[in-house]
């Protein structure tokens, strides 16, 4: 099987594991992608795994056949097929990942198929078909770019279910560590303790996110291989062994407080052409609409553009280059002046969802911010949200340089 970022062969394809329930506690089965070995819990009876090379159910596969999912005004429905496999860390050794959402209003949408990337309720689209909550621990038996298979608590029993990947991790960093230091977990960016990292466990860092680093990490009790949790920055650096300071407050920031990241940077958008889905982009959205200019800077355009929207673009000086962070859907065209100098922090708009692109529905929100940074200014705001398949954290497309923003802003300089 081939990772979508990286295009090599995996040693390790993503287990399948199958769900088996009994009266107090399921039981998972996975299958070994390297040994083919089923392992069985306990004594009871293993069901049989249907298994194809590629690492996709058969059925799921059956039932995720091309799906016309989501469009965008005056295009086109494009129809896309089964979602795609990443590496994240395999879960083969055990028969779980646990983890929380990433969402912390209580709202987080359960499917009933793997078909998760899809807004609203109306035909054909698929509605959610229960809740998890913030308190929850889901289990997660198998991930990929799009869903997660889950469990979660309903009373004394656990439910199944997909949820969006997105809904657990916001990218994909794809750095394996072996911890050099202990860290305290979090269920959350500040939130409360979940766990420990012990020297000498396996972590996998996932994702940026406000000042922590997401890790799936080997739990050490019950019969889970992986859990999903969140360290500080300087936990992570201590667990690295990184001999450098933790980076100080930067001069960038996000571009809302309180925010929720629905599509991170690399994130695959479903609704898209399957050659050129790759966000580029932060989408963000939260409860305070304000936006702030995430670095110092100066106005270089505001405009209203057909699929971004509302927009604005500043410049900045950063690593001695000129870059430019650009802010789209927002709700009205900003009272702001191209050359007008803006400070960090500066409310420079309102999170709306204004052009053709606003349906991004990741999370089922259609308002979100969609915040990128580039090296080329378009002062018609016409970027592309979206481009082919890559790794790391910058590419160019058409003429554009596009950088992580979450990498910017964690380290105050370029990739
Ligand atoms: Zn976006």
């Known amino acids: 099987m081939k990772c979508f970022y990286c295009g090599k062969h995996l040693l390790l394809g993503l287990a399948l594991a199958f769900m088996f329930g009994c009266e107090d506690e399921q039981e998972a089965w996975l299958e070994d992608a390297d040994t083919?070995?089923?392992?069985v819990e306990e004594n009871e009876q293993a069901p049989e795994v249907p298994y194809e090379d590629e690492g996709f159910i058969?059925?799921?596969e059956a039932e995720a056949e091309e799906v016309w999912e989501g469009f965008e005004e005056g295009e086109e429905p494009v129809a896309v097929a089964a979602a795609a496999s990443v590496s994240f860390p395999s879960l083969s050794t055990s028969a779980y990942a646990a983890g929380y959402c990433r969402s912390t209003?209580?709202?987080?949408?359960?499917?009933?198929s793997s078909s998760v990337n899809i807004r609203g309720?109306?035909?054909p689209y698929q509605a959610y078909a229960a809740t998890v909550y913030a308190a929850d621990e889901v289990y997660v038996y198998s991930i990929n770019a799009t869903s997660a298979y889950i469990s979660y608590p309903v009373g004394s029993t656990?439910?199944?279910?997909?949820?969006?990947?997105?809904d657990l991790s916001a990218a994909n960093f794809g750095e394996n560590i072996t911890a050099k230091a202990s860290a305290t977990t979090y269920r959350r960016p500040s939130g409360a303790s979940y766990g420990s990292i012990y020297v000498g466990d396996t972590v996998r860092a996932v994702a940026s996110v406000s000042g922590y680093v997401q890790v799936f990490y080997t739990a050490k009790s019950g019969s889970r291989a992986w859990k999903i949790g969140y360290v500080t920055q300087a936990a992570y650096n201590s667990m690295k062994g990184s001999t450098t300071a933790p980076p100080v407050a930067s001069s960038w920031q996000y571009p809302m407080s309180g925010y929720t990241v629905s599509l991170g940077w690399g994130g695959i958008n479903s609704s898209k052409p399957a050659n050129r889905n790759r966000h580029v982009a932060l989408d963000l959205y939260g409860n305070n609409?304000?936006?702030?200019a995430a670095a110092s800077g100066t106005v270089a355009a505001v405009g209203t553009q057909s699929e971004n929207g509302n927009f604005v673009v500043l410049s900045h000086t950063l690593s001695g280059s000129t870059v430019y962070s650009f802010y789209a859907h927002l709700k009205s065209r900003p009272n702001l002046s191209k050359g007008q100098g803006v400070s960090k922090g500066q409310i420079i708009g309102v999170m709306g969802r204004t052009g053709g692109g606003n349906g991004g529905g990741l999370g089922g929100f259609g308002e979100h911010l969609h915040f990128s940074i580039m090296d080329r200014l378009d002062s018609g705001g016409a970027y592309?949200?979206?481009?082919?398949?890559f790794s790391g954290n910058k590419t160019t497309y058409m003429g554009t340089t596009f950088y992580n923003p979450a990498y910017v802003i964690q380290n105050g300089k370029l990739p």
């Open 36 to 39: 083919f070995e089923l392992r």
């Open 58 to 60: 058969a059925e799921e």
């Open 105 to 112: 209003t209580n709202n987080t949408p359960v499917y009933t």
């Open 121 to 123: 309720t109306s035909s």
């Open 158 to 166: 656990r439910r199944y279910g997909y949820l969006r990947t997105s």
């Open 289 to 292: 609409t304000n936006i702030f």
């Open 384 to 389: 592309y949200g979206y481009t082919p398949a």
